[in-house]
């Protein structure tokens, strides 16, 4: 690592926004996590009193992704309260999805085909795949479109109060009383509903709470930037990677095209190790890289924005809370798998079934923890990942080759393409399909035997047993949803909270496999 970052430090403030001292904040918080010293707060408690009021169905805390299921259940008729810390208003980087997955906010009619339209910043194609050593595979239409949140936020905020949502800007959650028959949700005023929705993050003192202050098992850190100056490039990149593994960490590079620019990552898979290397030292390589990458003299490029941040993961995700009438959501329940950034993507996957979800558990009054807990089931198709991303990454002092990422990946995504778009895209999606998995896994084993042998003391055995229950698993879903799901007529006609139930557990066995992702 760089032991001077005045790099860092001149770029950084030649943009508006104070983006140092933010790269420094986020820095500290990075700080506490490896070092386990961040302070555990009891936000949620218990009161055996029933309330004598209920005001709000529901109370969603988080408005940023919030109101796409604030939207969703307003208009189906409930009373919805949402709270938001600062100004409900989305942030100047795009977020980049593809057209597939944006479909969902049309046919959930939280936005017209118009208005989304005029949400959508930036759409390119193709995108690339490459990695040191092997040669590059080419894909289209994945992540291919670049969101305004400016735009999608405003639009989704006028629709959420034209449908009856009441909307509290800078209203910052502070704690949570349950009571037998609803919840007192403090947040400078009080907000008495039957169900609170935890939208607020990885970072949720909810969830920090429900998960007892423990590190994560895993930790996804980005760093990067939106920039002018490159040269014309109207491609983008989803996976690269041009060097090998350094300070035990395997670089991997995004670059999508931008409104105002070009946007460019470096993100790296690792644990919440004390020796890690803080934010600012890697935004220090990732300046020291870019010009490899992009071709490209810093000098030449005037840069818009600074993007930095750490994603923390856990094993026992989605996450189930332990109290009645409140519900983990989006990136506080960790529904996305280890290798993803989460947020607006792994939100949107999950909306439909989300909002149905919560609907019926609202119409059937089934609110307690038990019930709660089927709309966060454990879903296979995501654990099974958490082996990728051990084989992409490395402990503190573990003795890895410094080619063998680069070359695992060349030889997976090698036999990914000579399974065609059905095996691939998907898995470039955040979804993992049995069949195209075994697939990949037999064919890779068939054509590099000995690269297979090697990923096994990377990973660790337990790691490997651990896989292999999940990997069944994933078999067994796909199976169980293929073989059950004739019987959707059926549980229609059932009574309400039978009903709830069976839908849950196909669901489950739907989403756990993979079989909500629609190629197109």
Not at 25 to 46: A, C, G, I, P
Not at 167 to 173: D, V
Not at 196 to 225: E, T, W
Not at 295 to 316: I, K, S, T
Request: glycine letters at 8%; aromatic letters at 10%; one cysteine or more.
């Amino acid at each position: 690592m760089t032991s001077t970052n005045s790099v860092v430090e001149q770029i950084l403030a030649s943009i508006p926004g104070d983006a140092l001292e933010n790269l420094r904040r986020v820095d500290r918080l990075w700080q506490s996590y490896k070092q386990d010293t961040l302070t555990l707060t009891e936000v949620v408690k218990w009161n055996s009193e029933p309330l004598t009021t209920v005001n709000w169905d529901v109370v969603i805390c988080g408005g940023t992704l919030g109101i796409l299921l604030g939207v969703a259940l307003a208009q189906r008729g409930w009373k919805v309260a949402l709270l938001e810390r600062g100004e409900l208003r989305g942030r100047d980087q795009e977020w980049n999805i593809s057209r597939r997955e944006l479909a969902e906010l049309v046919e959930l009619e939280l936005l017209s085909a118009d208005e989304l339209e005029e949400a959508i910043a930036t759409e390119y194609n193709p995108a690339r795949l490459g990695f040191e050593g092997g040669s590059d595979l080419w894909v289209t239409d994945i992540l291919n479109i670049g969101v305004s949140p400016v735009t999608l936020l405003d639009r989704l905020k006028h629709k959420f109060l034209a449908v009856g949502g009441q909307l509290f800007e800078h209203t910052a959650f502070a704690g949570v009383v349950v009571h037998p028959n609803g919840v007192n949700v403090q947040a400078g005023q009080s907000f008495q509903a039957r169900l609170v929705l935890d939208a607020m993050g990885h970072f949720s003192a909810i969830a920090r709470q429900a998960r007892g202050g423990r590190k994560p098992d895993a930790v996804c850190v980005v760093v990067g930037s939106c920039a002018q100056g490159f040269p014309k490039n109207d491609t983008g990149d989803l996976l690269v990677s041009f060097t090998p593994m350094q300070n035990q960490c395997q670089y991997f590079w995004e670059a999508f095209p931008a409104r105002d620019g070009r946007t460019t990552y470096l993100f790296t898979y690792l644990d919440a190790e004390p020796e890690r290397p803080n934010l600012e030292d890697f935004f220090a390589d990732y300046l020291n890289l870019l010009p490899q990458y992009q071709a490209v003299e810093l000098p030449q490029l005037q840069f818009q924005r600074a993007l930095f941040g750490f994603f923390p993961c856990y094993r026992d995700s989605p996450l189930k809370l332990s109290w009645d009438r409140i519900l983990a959501v989006g990136d506080s329940s960790g529904s996305q798998s280890p290798l993803s950034f989460g947020g607006f993507g792994a939100m949107i996957r999950h909306l439909k079934r989300l909002t149905t979800g919560i609907h019926a558990a609202l119409e059937a009054d089934l609110l307690d923890r038990q019930a709660l807990a089927w709309l966060q089931p454990y879903q296979p198709n995501l654990s099974v990942t958490w082996l990728f991303q051990r084989a992409m990454s490395a402990k503190v002092n573990q003795t890895v080759d410094p080619n063998q990422v680069n070359a695992l990946l060349t030889a997976v995504f090698q036999q990914m393409a000579t399974l065609g778009n059905t095996v691939l895209n998907p898995f470039l999606q955040d979804v993992v399909k049995f069949s195209a998995l075994s697939k990949t896994l037999l064919q890779t084993a068939i054509a590099h035997p000995g690269l297979v042998f090697k990923i096994i003391p990377q990973v660790g055995l337990f790691t490997l047993l651990e896989w292999m229950v999940h990997y069944f698993n994933l078999g067994l879903y796909a199976g169980l949803y293929h073989s059950l799901k004739p019987l959707q007529p059926w549980i229609n006609q059932l009574p309400e909270q039978p009903r709830f139930y069976c839908q849950r557990l196909l669901e489950a066995w739907q989403y756990g496999s993979g079989n909500d992702y629609r190629q197109t």
